[in-house]
């Protein structure tokens, strides 16, 4: 089979795979969240952002900051195909002393560019980082994905203010829009809507996609270096637990592992040789 982007749907496979076996193999985790942000992370990494896994930390690259830091599998998967590691490491995630611990450690694996997983902050560093590249007059880009529960954090808002008062139009945030956050739907836990109003009332451009759709997310991505003055944000509707039947949009797989036979059913109707 061939088409457009199948080189990428190739590697959104393999990193599905990826995301259930390591939270098969460490017993705990979160799958549903990483699946959901599968297509949001191989196209910046893969084909988007400047930078070289040999160099991780070099000055000039582009940065990817996950803030729904629970999120890490989809994270390390991407980072290890992309070459920033081995993708042996991928099945010790969550092991003691291990490199991959659940949430990110920007001082233990490469390729990681801020500590997440206290929700809300890694939106903030990002913020920070790209008014940092604009004072030093930086030409990289910064990228952040956020949770829609994460944005029930009051420091997101903040955040989102400072980043238009100062025009940082080198950030790019993401919504990862699944519509379940830890316990339930958005709605009931605490409602986010009209999420789009909020974010352009805050001074952002605002752009949504589909997100399990590769051109779509070119294409905002290309929209959103092209706006001058205000920082974007993607809001992309996703399926949490995106790829496998059993976990879309059940709240319970957001911090379950699979079992043994969830495993191989999984891997099974991922199907593919990879
Ligand atoms: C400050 C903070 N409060 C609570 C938590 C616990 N927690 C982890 S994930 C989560 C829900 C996040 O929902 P969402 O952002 O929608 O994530 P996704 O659906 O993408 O997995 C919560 C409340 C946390 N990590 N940090
Ligand atoms: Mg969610």
Known sequence: MSSKFQDLKDIAVQVRKDIISMTTAAGSGHPGGSLSAVEILTALYFEKMNIDPKKPDWEGRDKFILSKGHAAPVLYSVLARRGFFTPDKLINLRKMGAMLQGHPDMKGTPGVEMSTGSLGQGFSASVGMALASKLDNRKNRIYVLLGDGEINEGIVWEAAMAAAHYKLDNLTAFLDYNGLQIDGPNEEVMNIKPVDEKWRSFGWNVLEIDGHDFEAIFNAINKAEET????TIII??????????????????????PTEEEMEQALKELGGEL
């Open 236 to 257: 992309a509707k996703t399926v949490k637990g995106k790829g496998v039947s059993f976990m879309e949009n059940q709240v319970g797989w957001h911090g379950t592992a």
């Open 228 to 231: 001058k003055e205000k920082p």
